[in-house]
């Protein structure tokens, strides 16, 4: 373009070349003003002169330089407000924090994406859904439970035992424990370990003696556990089911090779509220408690998982909605789940699973004259 208007400016322009000199054919040397011809050709982004003296000449070798460079300055000038539209001077772009997004938008926010981060790799792994571990509750969850057979087959391990009927507070903080673990710290019937295991082995048969063998899903929960699966997320099942009755029942509704991961009875020492099942879980799924969310239904699982720095989900099967509060979220089917909203949950970056704050350490004073305390009584009389 700066060519182009040096050129059009030098057209006609006799001063053109006033130090330059030729030579012509008696080897004698000649101004170049002398010798001044008319344009010939223009040629793209050259304008050629033709003399019988002189040969065709480039004109970028004839421009005066104050006139390129003035020329230069007039382009400038002339698209100055285009390249201030087009090429940002600051390169401070602004990141897409969501503060300003106006509710009810769809596709919802994912807060797991994080523009400002400058390994696209980093930034593609948050985006992918291989970051974070899900981890079910068996009963309440993905099949239908029935507290009512719970609590009779309590109720017959204790007429045959020939121990007190527990009382219906007693049966609701047992819910979520393991059968030795309610047997020997709530209803203290033994101490003894082999006992302990002999009634929770009869109180298992009982119980599967009530139910009969028959598992109904809970609507939804297929649907989304198939969904899971298409996003290639790992899952695991914890229950406090022994690991037998538990295969056959995930054989008997057609979800074999779901869940990458199973944690039955034998597998830990206690139940809930203690989150030593959801941690072990999320060691056999390789990943650390901050980036799994655990899918329960009662508030002893949204305890345990709180205990294990994890996200919990809550369904609300057995309690309403309401009462789960505690959870962080809490739902009445699966299926109103989507992947956007687990990846919110599993955001790595919130302030309550950030590092410990720095425990303040008390100094005691020495107090090395004790013959100068005064008493309340003293200072009041």
Same mark, same amino acid.
Request: charged share 30%; net charge negative; with cysteine.
């Given at each position: !373009? +700066?060519?182009? $208007? *040096?050129? /059009? %400016?030098?057209?006609?322009?006799?001063?053109?070349?006033?130090?330059?000199?030729?030579?012509?054919?008696?080897?004698?040397?000649?101004?170049?003003?002398?010798?001044?011809?008319?344009?010939?050709?223009?040629?793209?982004?050259?304008?050629?002169?033709?003399?019988? !003296?002189?040969?065709?000449?480039?004109?970028? !070798?004839?421009?005066?330089?104050? $006139?390129?460079?003035?020329?230069?300055?007039?382009?400038?000038?002339?698209?100055?407000?285009?390249?201030?539209?087009?090429?940002?001077?600051?390169?401070?772009?602004?990141?897409?924090?969501?503060?300003?997004?106006?509710?009810?938008?769809?596709?919802?926010?994912?807060?797991?994406?994080?523009?400002?981060?400058?390994?696209?790799?980093?930034?593609?792994?948050?985006?992918? @859904?291989?970051?974070?571990? *899900?981890?079910?509750?068996? &009963?309440?969850?993905?099949?239908?439970?029935?507290?009512?057979?719970?609590?009779? *087959?309590?109720?017959?391990?204790?007429?045959?035992?020939?121990?007190?009927?527990?009382?219906?507070?007693?049966?609701?903080?047992? &819910?979520?424990?393991?059968?030795?673990?309610?047997?020997?710290?709530?209803? @203290?019937?033994?101490?003894?370990?082999? &006992?302990?295991?002999?009634? +929770?082995?009869?109180?298992?048969?009982?119980?599967? %003696?009530?139910?009969?063998?028959?598992?109904?899903?809970?609507?939804?929960?297929?649907?989304?556990?198939?969904?899971?699966?298409?996003?290639? $997320?790992?899952?695991?099942?914890?229950?406090?089911?022994?690991?037998?009755?538990?295969?056959?029942?995930?054989?008997?509704?057609?979800?074999?090779?779901?869940?990458?991961?199973?944690? *039955? +009875?034998?597998?830990?020492?206690?139940?809930?509220?203690?989150?030593? !099942?959801?941690?072990?879980?999320?060691?056999?799924?390789?990943?650390?408690?901050?980036? @799994?969310?655990?899918?329960?239904?009662?508030?002893?699982?949204?305890?345990?998982? #709180?205990?294990?720095?994890?996200? @919990?989900?809550?369904?609300?099967?057995? #309690?309403?909605?309401?009462?789960?509060?505690?959870?962080?979220? +809490?739902?009445?089917?699966?299926?109103?789940?989507?992947?956007?909203?687990?990846?919110?949950? /599993?955001?790595?970056?919130?302030?309550?699973?950030?590092?410990?704050?720095?425990?303040?350490?008390?100094?005691?004073?020495?107090?090395?004259?004790?013959?100068?305390?005064?008493?309340?009584?003293? $200072?009041?009389?």
């Amino acid at each position: !373009m +700066a060519d182009s $208007i *040096a050129a /059009a %400016s030098l057209i006609g322009y006799r001063p053109l070349s006033g130090g330059l000199s030729v030579k012509d054919g008696s080897y004698r040397r000649k101004s170049l003003s002398s010798c001044w011809r008319p344009v010939n050709e223009f040629v793209g982004k050259r304008i050629l002169y033709s003399s019988p !003296m002189l040969p065709r000449l480039k004109i970028d !070798m004839l421009v005066n330089t104050s $006139i390129k460079a003035l020329a230069k300055e007039l382009t400038k000038e002339a698209y100055s407000f285009r390249e201030r539209e087009r090429i940002p001077r600051t390169w401070n772009y602004r990141v897409d924090t969501g503060a300003d997004r106006k509710p009810g938008l769809w596709p919802p926010e994912n807060r797991a994406d994080n523009p400002s981060l400058h390994n696209p790799l980093i930034r593609q792994e948050r985006m992918g @859904c291989g970051w974070l571990g *899900a981890i079910f509750e068996w &009963e309440g969850v993905i099949i239908e439970d029935n507290p009512d057979l719970e609590r009779q *087959a309590w109720l017959s391990l204790s007429q045959e035992e020939g121990k007190p009927a527990p009382p219906a507070f007693i049966l609701r903080r047992v &819910e979520g424990m393991k059968n030795e673990q309610a047997i020997s710290e709530v209803l @203290c019937w033994s101490r003894d370990p082999a &006992e302990m295991k002999r009634m +929770a082995t009869r109180r298992e048969e009982i119980y599967q %003696s009530l139910q009969g063998g028959i598992y109904r899903l809970r609507t939804g929960s297929k649907e989304f556990v198939n969904i899971l699966m298409r996003h290639k $997320i790992p899952m695991a099942l914890v229950s406090t089911r022994p690991r037998k009755t538990l295969e056959n029942a995930i054989g008997t509704i057609g979800i074999e090779g779901y869940f990458t991961v199973i944690v *039955a +009875a034998e597998d830990v020492h206690r139940g809930k509220p203690d989150p030593e !099942m959801f941690i072990y879980a999320a060691q056999l799924l390789n990943f650390i408690p901050q980036r @799994c969310i655990v899918f329960g239904n009662s508030n002893q699982a949204v305890e345990a998982a #709180h205990d294990a720095f994890m996200k @919990c989900v809550a369904v609300a099967s057995k #309690h309403p909605v309401y009462e789960l509060g505690a959870a962080d979220l +809490a739902v009445r089917k699966l299926d109103e789940l989507s992947i956007v909203d687990l990846k919110n949950l /599993a955001d790595i970056e919130s302030p309550e699973f950030g590092p410990p704050e720095p425990e303040l350490e008390l100094e005691l004073e020495e107090d090395n004259d004790r013959s100068t305390r005064v008493g309340v009584d003293d $200072i009041f009389w």
